[in-house]
């Protein structure tokens, strides 16, 4: 069992900026590879960014390209996604899960094994 917490989300404005973090704790956190996911009212839930266990790569869904960083200290047990140039359509609660592989990792959340409870991110226009 892998027991997953986000925080850091709140109100921004547009422009802003706000860094999540998702402690984990129970297995060994770098075994595992971990996503970004979010979902606002009324939609699915969608991939946000991805990272590898060894942290080697990354990947990123088109929307959130060259805006949100996506990194890992293992050394914390800690995954962070740091989201700059907020959008009002950024607006959702953020998700972090994280699913056990070698390499890689993957954009489906139902290949992801473990889920935090989400934080909700508002951005305000």
């Known amino acids: 069992q892998v027991q997953l917490v986000e925080s850091g989300g709140g109100l921004q404005q547009a422009g802003g900026s706000l860094r999540l973090s998702c402690a984990a704790s129970g297995r060994t956190f770098s075994s595992y590879a971990m996503g970004w996911f979010r979902q606002a009212p009324g939609k699915e839930r969608e991939f946000v960014a991805a990272?590898?266990?060894?942290?080697?790569?990354?990947s990123y869904a088109a929307f959130v390209k060259g805006r949100f960083t996506i990194s890992r200290d293992n050394a914390k047990n800690t995954g962070y996604l740091q989201m700059n140039s907020l959008k009002p359509e950024d607006t959702a609660v953020y998700y972090c899960?994280?699913?056990?592989?070698?390499?890689?990792?993957?954009?489906?959340?139902?290949?992801?094994?473990?889920w935090g409870q989400g934080t909700q991110v508002t951005v305000s226009s």
């Open positions: 990272i590898s266990r060894s942290a080697l790569s990354t």
């Open positions: 899960a994280v699913v056990r592989r070698d390499y890689g990792s993957t954009s489906r959340p139902s290949e992801y094994d473990y």
